[in-house]
């Protein structure tokens, strides 16, 4: 019998969806990161894969207590609790920061992802001949998707679905950016700029009395795209941690090699000293999505320039994101004792 999680155990779970809610945002930073290094992925994808038939058949019955011990409810609400937050608050504060201090962002988050691989790797003693090749495919994997292009924006509602399926990897897959894999498919900023900001909207109309957007057809379509989107994503939440726990069951040493590989290759994807590069038409005039805004083509990447006093700021946020990183190893040994 598990002991109860006490109050603070209760908040620190709610920060730790803050952070998953933060990350998962974010292109090229992984919410599955934060699990792993927060100590609750193994719960995490556990509970994920409790919702299944039985679960079902308990909610449909009205057994709602039921339902709610057998998914691991407490844990669940709490933890998507902090992610909701984060949409609407942490994540708006971030942009914000990436607006006006991308290089320190980047590199807070570089550090992060260089503190986890030691995290996650200091403790893995099963280095060997099958998980030395899958450490390496996991590189190369990770390395791959760091250089891909992304493509055109799609709304079809079956692509949505998809990209709502692979936006949640991130969130079960520790180093694969559900949002940066977005940016490829094209759909980023439609799907976690566009559609975010219309549900904001939305409800904060529908709080003042204003029923206007009922005729805003814009409006709708991009609150269809939403749904869509959403119930890809729990369709891929669901699916993916029935997957994961199987190989988690099965395969523990090679898929962690595989994880630790992969975080390794994917910080291409966050190497601060870069630019962004937009699409342009024929005359050289940029290309706009639908909200107005550059379309990304690529990043160019480049070495920092020692002689710059920003550039040693820069590197103080490294040291910052990884000391970030071993405050949260401190936290979980000292919560074990």
């Known amino acids: 019998m598990k002991n109860p999680r006490t109050f603070t155990d209760k908040f620190f779970l709610v920060i730790k969806g803050l952070f998953m809610g933060a990350a998962n945002k974010v292109p090229g930073v992984s919410g599955g990161i934060v699990a792993f290094v927060g100590g609750f992925y193994e719960e995490f994808i556990y509970s994920l894969q409790k919702v299944n038939g039985k679960a079902f058949k308990l909610l449909i019955s009205g057994r709602l207590k039921s339902f709610y011990r057998y998914t691991n409810g407490q844990f669940l609400t709490l933890l998507i609790f902090g992610m909701l937050v984060s949409y609407f608050s942490v ?106 900001n219309a549900l904001y909207d939305t409800f904060s109309e529908i709080l003042i009395g204003d029923y206007s957007f009922i005729k805003n057809a814009t409006r709708l379509n991009t609150l269809k795209i939403l749904a869509v989107f959403t119930t890809g994503s729990a369709a891929g939440l669901v699916t993916l941690s029935h997957l994961l726990t199987y190989v988690l069951k099965h395969f523990r040493h090679i898929t962690t090699a595989v994880i630790i590989g992969f975080i390794t290759g994917s910080l291409g994807v966050v190497w601060p000293w870069k630019r962004t590069l937009f699409k342009t038409d024929i005359t050289g005039n940029l290309l706009l999505d639908t909200n107005h805004n550059p379309i990304i083509k690529n990043y160019e990447r480049f070495l920092p320039n020692l002689g710059s006093s920003e550039t040693w700021w820069a590197i103080f946020f490294i040291f910052f994101g990884i000391l970030i990183l071993l405050g949260l190893d401190w936290y979980g040994k000292n919560r074990k004792r």
């Open 91 to 196: 994540s708006k504060i971030l942009d914000y920061f990436l607006e006006r201090n991308e290089l320190y962002v980047w590199s807070a988050f570089f550090g992060m992802i260089l503190g986890s691989i030691y995290y996650i790797g200091k403790d893995f003693g099963h280095w060997g001949k099958k998980t030395i090749p899958a450490g390496i495919v996991g590189l190369i994997i990770g390395i791959s998707i760091s250089f891909l292009n992304p493509a055109t924006q799609n709304d079809n509602l079956i692509f949505i679905f998809f990209c709502g399926i692979i936006s949640v990897s991130g969130m079960t897959l520790p180093g694969l950016s559900g949002s940066f894999i977005l940016i490829l498919l094209g759909n980023y900023v439609l799907l976690l700029v566009d559609s975010v």
